[in-house]
């Protein structure tokens, strides 16, 4: 499910009366279904809303919005003192959380999914991905195969993030994160880990191809 909710400018300065802020329009996920109820079955109650939290909270912000802890408490149906609650956990494991007020002391961070992805860079299991990042099996590896085409799309000579993520399907900045990994991770330690992963997407892509008797 998502919705579609009108909040404050990321370029606004904090000190502005609320309604003296430039208001922007965004959309975000706030429920995703099955992937959702597969991470409540796991984490629980709390666990899913803090998962929504951080999906919906990078996706304003990919938008050129920055939503408030009231915000998220409205669009989850709880108070504002679990929201807060939320947040605190969350920026204590090291994530970004960019809600008004907050969003331009921490600055840019690196979102939940490029952190996934380094985890798994990093040789980390699915598993253990799955048990530290509180998210479904399904979400990992759809993270893993997303960077695994910014990958191949590089090799094939791509280097612009905004079309590699019109391509994939991923904010300009995910892009930004994946390409960035892509070269921390360009050496001799990772580099067949990185090898594993591109190799996947062209096996998964072979078949498509062969087919249509060549790529587009």
């Not at 408030?68 to 669009?75: G, S």
């Not at 920026?91 to 690196?110: F, K, L, M, N």
Request: proline share 2%; charged share 30%; glycine share 8%.
């Amino acid at each position: 499910m998502v919705m579609c909710v009108t909040v404050v400018s990321e370029r606004e300065p904090s000190g502005k009366p609320l309604s003296a802020m430039k208001k922007v329009s965004v959309v975000v996920t706030v429920d995703s279904g099955m992937e959702d109820l597969a991470v409540q079955e796991r984490f629980g109650r709390t666990g899913v809303r803090r998962s929504r939290v951080l999906r919906m909270t990078e996706e304003a912000v990919d938008q050129g919005g920055v939503l408030t802890q009231e915000d998220l408490a409205r669009l989850l149906q709880t108070d504002a003192r679990t929201i807060r609650r939320d947040v605190a956990s969350l920026r204590s494991e090291g994530h970004w959380v960019p809600t008004r007020g907050t969003a331009q002391d921490i600055g840019r961070g690196q979102t939940h999914k490029a952190k996934i992805v380094e985890m798994y860079l990093r040789r980390m299991t699915y598993s253990e991905i799955v048990r530290k990042a509180r998210h479904c099996p399904g979400s990992v590896k759809r993270y893993v195969e997303t960077f695994g085409r910014v990958v191949v799309l590089w090799e094939k000579g791509v280097r612009s993030a905004e079309e590699i993520g019109y391509i994939v399907g991923v904010s300009e900045r995910l892009a930004r994160e994946y390409l960035a990994l892509r070269e921390r991770y360009d050496t001799e330690g990772y580099r067949d880990r990185l090898e594993e992963i591109a190799r996947q997407v062209r096996r998964a892509l072979s078949p498509a191809v062969d087919g249509k008797g060549g790529s587009r």
